[in-house]
């Protein structure tokens, strides 16, 4: 399996912007469908933004739409997450997934790797 390590969380106020990285492990990222959920404390994870192994295609929850942007990067091995005018109810800690094959990473279950989390504070 693929090892996920996230990076660029933060304390941001309302309005902000963050952008988070996911550095992925090995030479075959590019089998790997990619997304980002994300958990707070006491609710279960969900889905944030998938996109396919490619990066042509993209999809988000209704709450970020117009706001967040998923992009990768196969050369090296990055998928991204830009977050612009942060509202204080995306504070939670964001999870970077991973699943081989052409699918779309939108549920929980269908994810086959995990990365380590990264905290996101918005302050109103």
């Known amino acids: 399996q693929v090892q996920l390590v996230e990076s660029g969380g933060g304390l941001v106020q309302a309005g902000g912007s963050l952008r988070l990285s996911c550095a992925a492990s090995g030479r075959t990222f590019s089998i790997y469908a990619m997304g980002w959920f994300r958990q707070d404390p006491g609710k279960e994870r969900e889905f944030v933004a998938a996109i396919s192994r490619g990066g042509i295609n993209t999809y988000y929850t209704d709450s970020v739409k117009g706001r967040f942007t998923i992009s990768r990067d196969n050369a090296k091995n990055t998928v991204y997450l830009r977050m612009n005018s942060l509202k204080p109810e995306d504070t939670a800690v964001y999870y970077c997934?991973?699943?081989?094959?052409?699918?779309?990473?939108?549920?929980?279950?269908?994810?086959?790797?995990w990365g380590q989390g990264t905290q996101v504070t918005v302050s109103s």
């Open positions: 997934a991973a699943r081989r094959g052409p699918v779309v990473l939108n549920t929980a279950s269908q994810v086959e790797s």
